[in-house]
């Protein structure tokens, strides 16, 4: 069943919570001095079904002095219904509530004129004609203007055909993001427990579910669900939702507060943002104090102009920065509505468009990164805040930065152009980035062996690529090799010349003659003939072609003499001995025979048994 939330809009006394209870039969004026003041103070709620479609009502106050409460329940509708009272026409909150509807951006609705029953036909009629002409250039232009009244109960069949007819045309909410229901109230309830009510905006929320509270962090259990006063294992986005949560009190929860899945989100305390002020406004001036509102929460705020410090004037739109007193959960496509401190009135509103800006970018790079996010689907909001960083952005904060799930991110990386890091944080880094630093590391390598010719490769570690990212960045390179800790080019070949190349030969040869009584390292590298760096040098190399080997700190042999003691050995397979006979077999002394015994153990060649070994 599609679920539509149904916000009402309009002037003090003009019938929005009679003409909701008219089409619901639910009175949502709850509390005691709303019911003997007769008006709305705070948010009610209500819900219906017709054809189909599961309507549910946020019923707002339309006294001046309760916009804000107004507009903790505007921000979660999907459809409006801005209500004019055929006896008195336009109104100063009618304004101000159309105001916010279209700095909301909310794209449907209907015009209900109400009290129809207390005028004749002519009045109605001029009622109409003032509404169109209202609404004339807004969202609201050529939507049906439906006469009714919630005495009688003329007009309210129209209405609902009317409000059916346009819920099938309105999208549904994504219940694939990750789920964020704004807190509208908190309170207890006996043999239940803490409940929190709200408007899920997105995703789904299970029993059972942990969530997190924002701002603030804590975690906490889902003990159960209600949708529109029914226990349901899930709701979805677009429903009005009741949530019983284990573990915390009322008291600790309220309005302004957002459940999200865990470890998903991060509040801020700063937002880079379209902004439009309203033409009846005065200009917005740098620094200015404002209310800000969004979602159900009001905070206050400071407004930083982000092209130079020039007011902004009324009737236009700029980009600016807003420094919040308290963090909020926001994401970017956020709608917010700013109200001035004295007279508290709505003087504009806009969206979010980045909710980590970098603090230390300039001016103008900000306005042309904002311009790029304005409107921009994912895949180039990714891009733009992973190339923040040369190292990219880890998954984690990529996702609190676009509002999308890990498994969205990776299903967008390839049109994005970034590329996947497996690391102990997990991160997307931009392709042009990744060829950046593959083009740095084949220019260190290519004059690491410029001035170490003798030299294999340059050691792992002096690379000067992040340590996550050097598995990532080797797998896209084919012309770089990686050979234990050293790194080389594929074309880079130890090609010895003239004096380094007969001395490599003396230093094999002089280990060749020796057999199994080899001399000390140092004496072979002083009969080199180079100088001892570069003799140590030749050593290694040798060394690592396996043609020396080895087998204890302080003894080196060159590897047929160990082949030819495996091959001494072989024809004895299985007999036991000691280290005289070892002796006598090889003719070599115990400063040999230890070593060459130890070594051979490593092999399996031989294993130790006491104080004898048996041929394996």
């Known amino acids: 069943m599609k679920n539509i939330i149904v916000g009402t809009a309009g002037h ?13 039969g639910i009175d949502t004026d709850r509390l005691e001095e709303e019911k003997r003041r007769g008006i709305t103070i ?3 709620f209500a819900h219906m079904e017709h054809a189909g479609i599961r309507f549910g009502f946020v019923d707002v106050p339309g006294h001046e002095r309760f916009v804000k409460n107004m507009l903790a329940g505007a921000g979660g509708i999907d459809m409006v219904l801005l209500v004019i009272g055929a006896d008195e026409s336009i109104k100063p909150q009618t304004r101000e509530h159309f105001d916010i509807c279209r700095l909301l951006d909310i794209r449907q609705g209907l015009v209900v004129l109400t009290k129809s029953d207390a005028v004749d036909e002519e009045i109605l009629e001029l009622a109409r004609m003032e509404a169109a002409e209202f609404v004339a250039g807004s969202f609201l232009e050529g939507a049906p203007i439906v006469a009714v009244s919630g005495v009688t109960g003329a007009g309210l069949p129209a209405l609902r055909e009317a409000m059916t007819a346009m819920a099938a045309r309105t999208k549904g909410r994504d219940t694939t993001a990750p789920f964020r229901l704004p807190i509208d109230r908190s309170f207890t309830l006996k043999g239940f427990g803490t409940v929190v009510t709200g408007t899920l905006t997105a995703g789904q929320l299970n029993v059972e579910q942990e969530v997190e509270v924002h701002p603030g962090g804590r975690r906490l259990r889902v ?3 209600q949708v529109h006063g029914g226990a349901v294992d899930k709701a979805y986005a677009g429903q009005r939702t009741a949530v019983n949560l284990a573990g915390v009190e009322a008291s600790e929860l309220s309005r302004g507060m957002v459940l999200t899945p865990p470890d998903l989100f991060l509040p801020t305390q700063a937002l880079d943002c379209s902004f439009t002020l309203l033409p009846g406004a005065q200009a917005l001036k740098h620094r200015a104090p404002i209310h800000f509102h969004a979602g159900t929460a009001e ?23 807003l420094l919040l007193n308290e963090p909020l959960l926001l994401l970017p496509g ?13 003087i504009g509103g806009g969206v979010v468009l980045d909710n980590a800006p970098p603090l230390r970018m300039k001016k103008p790079l900000v306005l042309d990164r904002l311009a790029l996010l304005e409107g921009a689907p994912l895949p180039v909001r990714m891009s733009l805040f992973a190339q923040e960083d040369p190292a990219g952005c880890t998954v984690a904060a990529l996702a609190a930065r676009v509002g999308a799930t890990p498994e969205a991110l990776h299903a967008a990386a390839a049109q994005a152009g970034l590329v996947f890091v497996r690391a102990a944080e997990p991160r997307f880094i931009a392709q042009a980035a990744l060829e950046t630093c593959a083009a740095g590391l084949r220019l260190a390598l290519a004059g690491f062996h410029k001035q170490n010719p003798l030299l294999r490769g340059m050691p792992r570690t002096s690379a000067s690529v992040p340590a996550f990212l050097l598995d990532t960045l080797l797998g896209s390179m084919k012309d770089v090799v990686a050979e234990e800790d050293l790194l080389r080019l594929g074309s880079h070949r130890l090609q010895l010349k003239g004096e380094e190349d007969e001395a490599s030969g003396r230093i094999e040869a002089l280990f060749r003659d020796a057999g199994l009584s080899v001399p000390a390292v140092n004496e072979v ?62 003719g070599v002394s115990r400063k040999y025979a230890i070593p060459l015994l130890e070594f051979l153990d490593r092999e399996r060649v031989t294993r130790r048994e006491g104080d004898q070994r048996m041929i394996l």
Do not use: C
């Open 223 to 225: 003990r159960g669900v």
């Open 299 to 321: 905070v206050e705020a400071q407004v930083r102009m982000l092209r130079g410090t020039e007011p902004l004037q009324p009737g236009s739109t700029g980009f600016v920065r």
């Open 525 to 586: 590298l002083a009969k080199s003939g180079v100088d001892a760096n570069r003799a140590r040098t030749l050593l290694q190399i040798l060394l690592k072609d396996k043609k020396l080997v080895r087998i204890s700190t302080d003894l080196i042999y060159h590897a047929e003499a160990l082949i030819y003691l495996k091959e001494l050995l072989t024809p004895r397979k299985g007999v036991r001995f000691g280290v005289a006979e070892f002796k006598d077999w090889t």
């Open 334 to 346: 956020d709608r917010f509505i700013a109200r001035m401190f004295s007279p508290v009135i709505t």
């Open 12 to 24: 003090i006394d003009h019938g929005k919570t009679t003409l909701v209870r008219a089409l619901t």
């Open 42 to 44: 705070d948010l009610g």
